[in-house]
């Protein structure tokens, strides 16, 4: 594609030519890799963020019609992305350390108190007849669906109802048994067992 007219670019993309958008790409490619991690400091970050900005080009070719030259287009995509980048990161490191300098004794306890009944449960789990153990881990940890979990392992929705249910009841049982629980962790395991 030369240097890369806006029109050769355009038509390029209304054509679908996938040989001639991988030479434009392999062309800018590593000026613009080295651009981004000027900024984010983070060669695979900056990796994702230019071959984002090409995805977004083979994508949506019509936004090209308003863009003069392609090499500036290319280079103020990759620069705005990486400068989002970073205050996006920074952002959320100013949160992380407000969580931590707020960080209280209490909070401590607690959530030591809930990692501890999830370590629990998750030791009853395993302890799960097999086939329950099986279907309640395809539920809870693999987010499937009863009625998906019933296609794969080829058995109705009931069955997989029935073992989840089952799976709950002994769960519970043999959390409570466990430990003496007083109402709060009782409250705390029932959260567990429907919502982690």
């Known amino acids: 594609m030369g240097k890369g007219t806006v029109e050769s ?7 679908g030519n996938k040989k001639a958008f991988t030479d434009f790409y392999i062309q800018y490619f590593k000026r613009l890799l080295i651009e981004s991690d000027k900024y984010v400091k983070d060669i695979y970050v900056a990796e994702e963020i230019v071959q984002d900005v090409f995805l977004k080009i083979w994508e949506r070719s019509a936004d090209l019609t308003q863009i003069q030259s392609v090499k500036s287009y290319l280079y103020r995509s990759v620069i705005n992305a990486s400068i989002n980048y970073v205050n996006r990161q920074r952002n959320l490191e100013h949160h992380h350390q407000k ?17 501890e009944l999830i370590i629990l449960l998750f ?3 395993e ?16 987010r499937l ?16 109802e029935n073992h989840i249910a089952n799976a709950l009841k002994l769960l519970r049982e043999a959390m409570l048994k466990k430990r003496n629980t ?11 067992l429907f919502f982690f």
């Open 145 to 160: 669906k009863y009625r998906e979990i019933a296609l794969k392992l080829d058995v109705s929705e009931r069955t997989v």
């Open 182 to 192: 007083e109402i709060g962790n009782s409250i705390k395991l029932f959260q567990l």
């Open 99 to 115: 969580i931590v300098d707020e960080f209280t004794e209490d909070q401590a306890e607690q959530l030591d108190e809930e990692n």
């Open 127 to 142: 302890k799960l007849p097999p086939k329950c153990k099986d279907i309640f881990k395809m539920n809870r940890f693999e």
């Open 9 to 15: 670019l355009q038509l390029m993309l209304e054509k």
């Open 123 to 125: 030791d009853e789990i």
